[in-house]
């Protein structure tokens, strides 16, 4: 079964610099990868996703991640971090033979601070 | 505006008793989720739906149970069985094979 590791609980970064959100999978086929963020008692809302083609996935509010199939990481970055920016960050994948089975990493939660 | 409702935003039962959560689409979407979410612990998906008056267990379903008599609804009823029902409950659904999912707001469920 696939899964889905995030290393690090919290990342804290100084507004304007940019940001790194670590995520490594294991799965067994090919994956569908995912970024996803959520706001306190929010739920969850889609940022970018890979599914196949470049590398390089751009998404929502400037954020893009790197699909690095060697070393198996899907790392979310942002040139330039916003206050705004703070949250709780999920990374997911989806084996492409199983629909239904989409494994979640346990989040990081990202401070912005001015 | 299209999207997916829950209700209750939030609840509070006693010991003892079943309580069920609402999810309502109108994205026309096939597939919808039911995931839990505690601190620490990512989403643990519970049920799943492809199709209208078919679902599938997921990870951790005892003690919860669902009905999928329309397409644009997809309730959850958190019985007495569930050992730790205290959590945040999210409803999602999907359109395609590739696609990502889309959440509802949640719901908070706190046993007393």
């Known amino acids: 079964a696939q899964s889905v590791a995030q290393p690090e609980d919290q990342v804290n970064v100084a507004e304007g610099n940019p940001l790194t959100v670590k995520c490594t999978y294991s799965?067994?086929?090919?994956?569908?990868l995912f970024w996803y963020v959520q706001y306190p008692n929010r739920g969850l809302q889609f940022l970018l996703k890979y599914i196949t083609g470049d590398n390089l996935v751009k998404g929502s509010y400037g954020f893009e991640a790197e699909f690095n199939k060697s070393q198996t990481s899907f790392h979310l970055k942002k040139p330039s971090a916003l206050v705004s920016d703070s949250a709780l960050y999920f990374c997911a994948v989806r084996d492409i033979n199983n629909n239904n089975d989409m494994r979640f990493g346990a989040g990081t939660r990202l401070t912005v601070k001015p | 505006d299209g999207g997916i409702t829950q209700s209750p935003k939030y609840l509070f039962r006693k010991e003892g008793q079943n309580v069920t959560l609402s999810c309502e689409q109108n994205?026309?979407?096939?597939?919808m989720y039911w995931y839990r979410q505690d601190p620490g612990q990512g989403l643990r998906l519970i049920y799943y739906s492809q199709i209208v008056n078919d679902f599938q267990k997921g990870d951790i379903a005892e003690g919860y149970s669902v009905s999928r008599e329309k397409k644009e609804s997809f309730p959850l009823t958190v019985t007495s069985a569930q050992k730790n029902p205290t959590a945040f409950y999210l409803c999602?659904?999907?359109?395609?094979?590739?696609?990502?999912?889309?959440f509802g707001e949640g719901s908070r469920l706190t046993v007393l």
């Open positions: 799965v067994s086929g090919n994956p569908y």
């Open positions: 999602a659904t999907r359109l395609t094979n590739t696609g990502e999912l889309f």
């Open positions: 994205l026309n979407h096939d597939a």
